[in-house]
């Protein structure tokens, strides 16, 4: 459902899906738009005639519960490079969208690893989650490595990575080297980063976590959804979306 109403809404325009699938009543999360469906068809009538060649190509879906995470690379021109778009929903009982968390990235032309932030490396080389009976494991393994490495900025915590861990954050290398030093140097650099995580949906062997980064006190921060492919009790792959968070907001909801 979380697809279809992406897809249909910004590609074709079509604003049914919004009364069929989403609450009147919806919690927005984008700084960009307020509550409930209005303005939500307000921003699709005016935006959308502009730029009707609009690709939602969806990478990859993770879905626990009643939530859905969508992983896509959203291009507004084709040829260009577009963003990389992570959107997540709460449905409610009656099967119906509640509320909605965003965040956004320009995908760069280069990476440090060469891998983009959108594909599959790791083996066997599948978008999909795998079989669900690895979704608690995985859950317990890669919010344990976030919390050692983030939250508690231990870059011991590159223990839980395996020896293949392929990275496709455009600024950090694959494997678990690069990574501790990166992390070590930037826990040197901001001594008050603050890492809050906000939210966990994992299913099989695929791990989404949300959460608040903030370099200091300060600081607005940044909306950041980590992923993590987790397999033989390992960290195999890693992707992420990075948005800072901005001085206003269209609603009082927070990014988080």
Not at 69 to 96: C, E
Request: proline content about 7%; aromatic content about 8%.
């Amino acid at each position: 459902m979380a697809v279809h109403v992406l897809k249909r809404l910004f590609e074709d325009g079509d604003l049914s899906v919004v009364d069929k699938y989403i609450r009147p009543d919806c919690i927005q999360h984008n700084p960009d738009a307020a509550d409930g469906t209005e303005p939500l068809k307000e921003f699709v009538r005016a935006v959308l005639p502009q730029v009707p060649d609009l690709k939602y190509d969806v990478k990859r879906v993770i879905a626990q519960g009643d939530m859905v995470l969508v992983h896509s690379n959203v291009v507004v021109t084709p040829g260009t490079r577009g963003q990389a778009v992570i959107d997540m929903y709460r449905f409610d009982k009656k099967g119906m969208m509640a509320e909605h968390w965003d965040t956004l990235q320009d995908v760069p032309a280069t990476t440090v690893s060469g891998n983009d932030m959108f594909g599959t490396v790791s083996s066997p080389r599948t978008d999909q989650p795998g079989p669900h009976w690895l979704t608690a494991s995985s859950k317990r393994i890669a919010t344990a490595y976030f919390d050692r490495l983030l939250v508690r900025k231990d870059p011991g915590a590159v223990e839980y990575l395996a020896p293949e861990y392929h990275q496709h954050n455009p600024t950090i290398p694959s494997g678990s080297a690069g990574l501790r030093e990166r992390f070590t140097s930037f826990f040197q650099q901001f001594p008050q980063l603050t890492v809050e995580r906000k939210t966990v949906v994992a299913e099989g062997d695929l791990v989404a976590i949300h959460a608040h980064y903030r370099l200091n006190p300060s600081d607005r921060g940044q909306s950041v959804f980590d992923i993590f492919r987790v397999r033989n009790g390992k960290i195999v792959e890693h992707w992420d979306v990075v948005q800072d968070v901005p001085e206003t907001s269209a609603n009082d909801n927070t990014m988080f």
